[in-house]
């Protein structure tokens, strides 16, 4: 029996290495004799950095800055071909840098994500590949920009401080002092996101509450972005205020994109390729999968969900292991996954399920092991 365990980040707990390497634990304390691959999997959020060095590349530490502005290290990847970049945007711009009271996109930048891009740049990389998941901001972009060299003036010509709150100050972009080895760059933003910038469905509606916004700061980051990516388009020819998945890390996908011309791929399909998961599946009997919570965002298009369709077309059945599952069983079965196992084994707090969840992990991978030794292979995935 060959299984390809390849679950996703178990978010503020468990990288998707530590993940991965949770359940091939407790795939070998079981009764199962199995020959394990591990491929851990992101979707351009949070430990895609992790999962795209997996099979080897060089990690790079860089100064730069918190949601904040405070100062932090951070990595970022050169993978072996030497010309591809990796830039975790939330490993500098994260929900995950910050503590709880802190979250407030009104005062949120992502001036450390465009820090992190310039290292990239100056890496000699010819393709940076941006994983847009995971913000503690709603700035459009307008912070990272403004770190890459462009420049915000309000109404008098004076610079205009990059964050969410500020974006209505902003009266003309100039892009004339960014690098110009940016036009020379393939620029991709990796994301599961297909929101666009504004709108009822746009980047302060929907992901500003999880951010700490109530209604009256996402009437305000709505109107900011409205306004900053009008101007931004006057500057650089490009109107991306509709466009669909705009609106990823807090709209940074549309200011990238009316910037600097990045465009958007699956970061699920970018990591699955690299890694080789479909050459993964000749042979193998059963992928694990796994995540926080698999809810309605993963089946929109998250790293499990991508891991368990190319499976199913493979003729290899998925089972996820999760902290938490908020979907009905019918979306499950129609999405590619045969099973979907929460790991909890009672009622508890979230801050205890967040504390045990390696060991949780573990032990439910145990028993899916020892039910899998009982269960005759023939007709798996029929």
Known sequence: MKIVIAPGAFKHSLTARQAAEAIARGLRESALAAELLLLPIADGGNGTLDAFLAAGGQRITVKTTDALGRPLLAEIGLLPDAQTAIVEMALASGLEKLRFGELNPLVTSTGGTGLLMQAALNSGARRIIVGMGGSATVDGGAGALAALGAQLLDAYGQPVEACGGTLGAVQSVDLSSLDPRWAQVELILASDVRNPAVGADGAAAVFGPQKGAGPY??????????????????????????????????????????????????????????????????????????????????????????????????????????????????????????????????????????????????????????????????????
């Open 217 to 382: 700061e996402i009437r305000l980051l709505e109107a900011g972005l409205r306004h900053f990516l009008a101007r931004l388009a006057a500057a650089s020819g490009r109107d991306v205020l509709h466009t669909e998945g705009g609106g990823a890390a807090g709209a940074l996908a549309a200011g990238l994109m009316s910037a600097l011309g990045g465009r958007i791929e699956s970061g699920v399909d970018l990591l699955l390729n690299h890694n080789g998961f479909d050459a993964a599946l000749t042979g193998a009997g059963l992928v694990i999968t796994g995540e926080g919570k698999l809810d309605s965002q993963t089946l929109g298009g998250k790293g499990p969900l991508g891991a368990a369709q190319r499976a199913r077309n493979a003729g290899v059945p998925t089972v996820a292991l999760v902290g938490g599952l908020d979907a009905p069983a019918e979306a499950l079965r129609e999405a590619g996954f045969a099973a979907v196992l929460p790991i909890t084994p009672r009622p508890c707090a979230l801050q205890e399920a967040l504390e045990q969840a390696d060991a949780w992990l573990a032990d439910s991978a145990r028993r899916l092991g020892d039910v899998l030794a009982i269960t005759p292979s023939r007709g798996w995935g029929q």
